[in-house]
DNA sequence: AGTGACATTAATCATCTGATTAAATCAACT
DNA sequence: AGTTGATTTAATCAGATGATTAATGTCACT
């Protein structure tokens, strides 16, 4: 039995047309995408992509699952390392975000329209139940602030962190656009960001 | 004569309509909406957005222009006034961000999504010339970076001020729906940041 | 009341788009 | 070579959508 060949070619080209559908709904988004770019991003005929997936809707929402992952599904697991201290994981979040947007820049935007266009409910499932109040990370940061007597929501580190680094790649077009820097300048300057983005959180949470 | 009467009519009707296609658009984005859509939100009928603004693409175009207007028209302003101290710069944009965002939450997420999908050349129209870097801002924040002996792009500096306001903005329906925080509490926060990010931004850039 | 200009509507058109179908191609095995 | 099952394609369908048109309504002025 040679099914080896079949498979093979026919996970290739399913994942070729995947590939191509991730590419295509990461930049345009699921309106804007139409199941004829995605069948010439993949060089495959129209019918193809109904026929390994049954519908665009089905296909967007394992892109969808996909990016969702890649965007929070790491966090939970370091927010919740009893292991690592609070510095810690600062310095992982960062570079985990810096790494994994150099090589997707397209994610932010997407999801953050997926969150703009979806019900909420669709997320629970996703995200799990945990708020990131319950985390270690945020008990670890409030034990610090009460050595310091101060009193910040632990909800203003995350979104500083998460802001810090996500948004100059969600931004990066406008910025590029804006002031004439080329892709290798951004990178570097996302580079120089992984190293102090951490430094400005920790003296931002010891004023 | 009493234009007068089917002038405010008019304006009225035609008003009505832009508000709709404002809200519409900017949370479903172009090709999310469909015209019966804005019909619908404005109560009026299909054919009469067609028959004040010629199409659908040019009623975008206003509302896309307003909007830009509103993310980045004032800022350049507050950028290059050379009456005001950097520290007052950086008070000026949070606060001005702050407000605007909690009127209109949907800027963001509609303006990245323009500069993902839409030709950097659209942008130089309404951004004007200027890089951030040759502005005044700039030129003050070299000045006090040379008087503490640090060497930090200026751009980092302005991508933070815009990141630690902007993005917590854009990433609200996420953040309130995995931490079951309701809208009043969510202001709450943004009120806080509001005062406290100048704060940290100062003591970033004095490290 | 009649006229003219603008405002509004319902009905219709042409095109786009997601999906389906039936036929053709291909590879493996007998 | 023939059979079988999976893959791929071209052609087509049905519904959605942006736009247009022709008819009707509204209002000010004569």
Redesign the interface.
């Known amino acids: 039995m040679n099914d080896k060949d079949n498979i093979a070619k026919s996970e290739s080209t399913e994942q070729k047309i995947k590939e191509a559908a991730r590419r295509v709904f990461t930049?345009?988004?699921?309106?804007?995408t139409r199941t004829r770019d995605i069948a010439e991003e993949s060089g495959y005929n129209l019918a193809l992509i109904n026929y390994y997936f049954r519908s665009k809707e089905k296909l967007f929402e394992i892109i969808m699952m996909e990016n969702l992952q890649l965007f929070i599904g790491s966090i939970i697991g370091m927010l919740n390392n009893e292991a690592t201290s609070l510095d810690e994981k600062i310095d992982q979040l960062v570079t985990y975000y810096v790494d994994m947007l150099m090589v997707n820049p397209?994610i932010?935007?997407f999801?953050?329209?997926l969150?703009?266009?979806n019900p909420?409910a669709l997320?629970?499932g996703v995200?799990g139940g945990n708020?990131?109040?319950d985390t270690v990370f945020a008990t670890q940061f409030k034990e610090q602030m009460k050595k310091k007597k101060l009193t910040?929501?632990p909800?203003?580190l995350f979104?500083?962190i998460?802001?810090?680094t996500?948004?100059?790649f969600?931004?990066a077009?406008?910025?590029?656009?804006?002031?004439?820097?080329s892709d290798e300048e951004y990178n570097q300057?996302m580079l120089?960001?992984k190293i102090?983005i951490p430094?400005?959180i920790k003296?931002?949470m010891?004023?």
């Open positions: 930049s345009k988004g699921y309106a804007g397209g932010p935007v999801i953050l329209n969150v703009n266009n909420s997320f629970e995200l708020t990131v109040s910040i929501h909800l203003h979104m500083n998460v802001s810090l996500v948004f100059p969600a931004s077009p406008m910025i590029k656009a804006k002031n004439g820097i300057l120089e960001r102090l430094k400005w003296v931002m010891d004023m």
